[in-house]
């Protein structure tokens, strides 16, 4: 019998865990928005990247275009072009723009909207250099992580040498 005395919670432990319950609650509330910001923080940071790997992987299918086979403008374009469109399904065609140099190097596209420029040193001489430009932007979608900053304006480069006229 006495082992059974022991065993069972006097009244006073009944009411410090009914009181330590409305303590957890306080804890888990206080808790809760800061693991969800760091959540969607991680989410926002994977989009980031995403684009920014689609970016750098148009850019250099460009590139490749131009200086293995004797593309035209045309054709870096559409590798361009359906480069991003492969890996990117919501974005529409039109929403890719070849712009200048300087519009991609100085400003940066409005919206989803993803700019490109192409430029050859000086001609389309072999051994000559080329660059693709591409240049995004992505809209960060999470309230309070875009009132603290500006939306990324992923950019990438891609410079090969002409190998065949």
């Known amino acids: 019998m006495q082992v059974r005395e022991k065993m069972k919670p006097s009244v006073k432990q009944n009411q410090r865990l009914r009181c330590e319950r409305g303590q957890t609650l306080v804890e888990f ?5 800061l693991l969800l910001l760091l959540l969607f923080g991680v989410i926002e940071f994977g989009r980031v990247f995403h684009a920014q ?13 131009a200086v ?17 469109a492969n890996m990117v399904a919501s974005l529409h065609p039109d929403q890719v723009q ?6 991609i190097t100085n400003g940066a596209p409005e919206g989803n909207a993803i700019w490109y420029a192409i430029e ?14 591409v240049k995004g ?18 950019m990438a480069t891609a410079v090969m040498r002409i190998e065949q006229k």
């Open 29 to 33: 509330a206080l808790i809760v928005p």
């Open 53 to 65: 790997l689609v970016i750098t992987n148009a850019a250099r299918e460009g590139a490749r275009k």
């Open 68 to 84: 293995v086979t004797s593309g035209t403008d045309a054709d870096v374009s559409n590798v361009v072009k359906d480069s991003i």
């Open 98 to 103: 070849e712009k200048n140099v300087n519009d």
């Open 120 to 133: 050859y040193a000086s001609g389309r001489n072999v051994g000559e250099p080329i660059k693709v430009y």
């Open 137 to 154: 932007r992505v809209e960060i979608i999470v309230p309070l992580i875009s009132s603290i900053i500006d939306d990324p304006k992923p």
